[in-house]
């Protein structure tokens, strides 16, 4: 994905803005959402985590940004997804643990480095004058 110059955000913001309501299939959104409320959020980096690792092999043997968008729209219509209980036992299982601690550090490390991007951004647009004006 790196070497293809892909952004993450292009095909997991969707996952993680709508929760899964428009990627997955509804019975399987539905075991999320009830997994959310019984286990927190991380459920929600476990399912990004478990297509990614469910799906490696395919994802890894595409060799151009086409090939691979398309892939990440096939991988959420497979069957693996359709029965939501082995869905989210296979998602576990590829997972592994995910506890939250990791995740804060995560969040913390990455987080700082997505600040300083939007920050660089930022006065790039001021430097070029790309910028909106106030009032």
């Not at 892909?6 to 009830?34: G, H, N, Q």
Request: charged share 30%; glycine share 6%; proline share 3%.
């Amino acid at each position: 994905i790196d070497k293809m110059q892909m952004p993450w955000a292009l095909f997991c913001s969707k996952w993680f803005i709508c929760i899964y309501a428009e990627v997955l299939p509804t019975e399987t959104v539905l075991r999320i959402w009830d997994t959310i409320f019984s286990e927190g959020s991380k459920i929600v980096f476990r399912v990004a985590l478990g297509l990614l690792k469910l799906n490696q092999d395919k994802l890894l043997t595409k060799t151009d940004f086409a090939c691979l968008a398309e892939e990440f729209k096939e991988i959420v219509a497979s069957k693996s997804t359709v029965n939501c209980h082995t869905f989210i036992e296979d998602i576990c299982d590829k997972t592994g643990p995910l506890p939250r601690s990791r995740i804060q550090k995560l969040r913390a490390e990455f987080g700082a480095q997505v600040r300083e991007e939007q920050m660089e951004r930022e006065r790039r647009r001021k430097a070029d004058g790309s910028g909106m004006k106030d009032g």
